[in-house]
């Protein structure tokens, strides 16, 4: 035997040692329960029954520890699922999670309450499984354990963080490269136990980071359209939902896919490249009209803003196609992709036309029905992609009414659609409140606010504005309770503060309406 060939059996030998001790110490953690569960779910007591709770760290192996995120529900069901009870898991990211709105009022809850009124004879259990800015990637991990739990139908409302949630081309967060396979691989590593041990021991020896603010400032890397990150971000979008898919496939479980939505009428881009352009304002180019911005487009045909303006100019006219395709176009464009570009939703027609057992919920057609124009805005999007409170009413129903179409609902018994209620009633019952939407709108003005823009656009001052002057609509319709606890948690001064990013010429009236408001109670 050569001394290469000698040194390279010892090397061998070495790595299969090291394996072998890394697997054994891994066995040995799980034996003994030591280390963190990365688990989804873990199984608990409810009532001296078994059940299985949400694991609230589920999703920390994903962050740095400053920006760590926590499910936000007690999602819990029995271990023991009941013969007359259909169990639906609902996957995805902030959507799910009903931000910016309160988290009750996500589509799932709107959903379980119209499957029950669809059908009176069965028990559905629709448990949330959202957790904020993770996409995928983290999606797999969590479909394959779900799928363990005796689901009736698997549902996905995911892809808008594929560029700047954890392992995308994007992300502040994890990232590996976009080779799929390697990421896989790492993060089969990262739910190790043996990895949470180690990970836990670092923390403690090491100084705790200061807890960092969590949002959109935190993504600083730019992806064009043109990148091969922006093509290999779309293929692992696909080739997740396939593996997704194929698993649930192989349970027999079928999977309800939702299009994306997102704004497109009233959220300007938040970065564009329009070198050509220097310091000129895209805005000030839109005032000239349509044949200025058509000769700017052909000197920066990816300038994501420009396309934004021709489509306000569209839409104005109420030229409605063209409208939607320049306004799909700047979408599809900005650089910092925080909304899911177009084809997206093409990938997810695929996938329900080419895969069996595999349901395709129209939300974008839903959205563009109920939009002035067919065009989605802010009528139904609180900011750039969170539908309101109504857009999540309607994204059930449209899940309602499609499932009542389709094979996967036939043992449930003929849907009686008549039954389901409007959304007033729907809103009721999941306890959105009058105190809840003057609170949140407070927050909503905050994150708009916060837009990463590096000039803020006309549109934006235009918006808060709108919603100070909803606020001083709504705030006289509180109780007496709720309106000295929206002051006492600083509501008045905070809208006070937020005047500053209000139009300029509608400031003084407004300053003088909070002091009519706040100084006659």
């Known amino acids: 035997m050569s001394h290469t060939t000698r040194r390279r059996l010892l090397n061998f030998l070495a790595l299969l040692l090291s394996l072998g001790a890394i697997g054994g110490a891994e ?28 694991n609230p760290k589920a999703a920390h192996r994903f962050f740095q520890p400053q920006y760590l995120r926590h499910v936000p529900f007690d999602a819990r ?27 009750e009022t996500a589509f799932p809850h709107f959903l379980e309450r119209m499957l029950a009124d669809a059908y009176p004879d069965k028990r559905f259990e629709v448990i949330n499984c959202g957790i904020t800015a993770i996409n995928t990637f983290c999606l797999l991990d969590f479909a ?11 549902l996905i409302y995911a892809g808008h963080n594929e560029f700047v949630g954890p392992y995308g081309s994007t992300t502040p967060f994890v990232y590996f490269g976009d080779n799929r396979t390697i990421v896989r691989s790492l993060m089969r590593l990262q739910s190790s136990r043996l990895y949470g041990v180690l990970q836990d021991i670092v923390r403690r020896v090491l100084p705790e980071p200061p807890q960092g603010r969590f949002g959109l400032h935190l993504v600083t890397r730019h992806v064009d359209i043109l990148d091969d990150a922006y093509r290999a971000t779309g293929e692992n979008y696909r080739r997740n939902l396939e593996t997704i898919i194929a698993a649930a496939a192989d349970r027999n479980v079928p999977v309800m896919l939702s299009t994306l939505v997102s704004n497109l009428k009233d959220f300007h881009p938040l970065r564009s490249a329009c070198p050509e352009l220097g310091e000129l304002s895209t805005a000030d180019l839109a005032l000239q009209g349509e044949r200025t911005v058509k000769d700017k487009l052909r000197q920066s045909p990816y300038c994501a803003a420009l396309h934004f303006e ?31 570009p177009t084809f997206f939703n093409r990938i997810l027609h695929q996938l329900a036309d080419d895969k069996d057992q595999v349901i395709l919920s129209d939300t974008e057609a839903a959205f563009r029905t109920a939009s002035p124009q067919g065009i989605i805005g802010s009528e139904l999007i609180t900011e750039h992609l969170h539908p309101t409170v109504y857009g999540h009413y309607l994204i059930a129903r449209t ?30 019952q999941v306890g959105y409140t009058l105190a809840q939407q003057v609170d949140r709108r407070n927050a909503l003005i905050l994150m708009l606010k916060q837009m990463p823009y590096e000039r803020p656009p006309a549109m934006l001052y235009r918006q808060i504005t709108g919603l100070i002057r909803q606020q001083i609509h709504d705030i006289p319709r509180l109780s007496s309770t709720d309106f000295t606890i929206f002051r006492g948690k600083g509501g008045e001064r905070f809208l006070r503060q937020m005047l ?22």
Do not use: C
């Not at 799980?30 to 709770?53: K, M, V």
């Not at 394959?144 to 139908?153: F, G, K, N, R, T």
């Not at 010429?505 to 300053?511: K, V």
């Open 27 to 54: 066995a040995l953690l799980h034996l003994f329960d030591i280390g963190p569960s990365n688990r989804l779910f873990l199984l608990t007591q409810n009532r001296r029954e078994p059940a299985y709770a949400i």
């Open 310 to 340: 021709l489509g306000r100019h569209y839409y104005d006219r109420n030229q409605s196609d063209q409208a939607q395709q320049a306004f799909a176009r700047a979408r599809d464009m900005d650089r910092l992709p925080f909304r899911a």
């Open 77 to 103: 069901f029995p271990a023991d699922k009941a013969r007359d009870t259909v169990r639906i898991f609902a996957l995805g990211a902030s959507t799910l999670v009903g931000f910016p709105n309160p988290p």
């Open 399 to 428: 899940m309602v009414e499609t499932l009542a179409r389709n094979d996967a609902s036939r043992n449930w018994n003929q849907a009686e659609l008549t039954r389901l209620r409007p959304y007033d009633a729907y809103a009721r």
């Open 500 to 521: 500053e990013f209000a139009i300029p010429s509608e400031r003084a009236d407004l300053h003088e309406q909070l002091n009519a408001l706040f100084m006659s109670t």
């Open 144 to 154: 394959e354990e779900v799928l363990s739990y005796q689901p009736d139908l698997l």
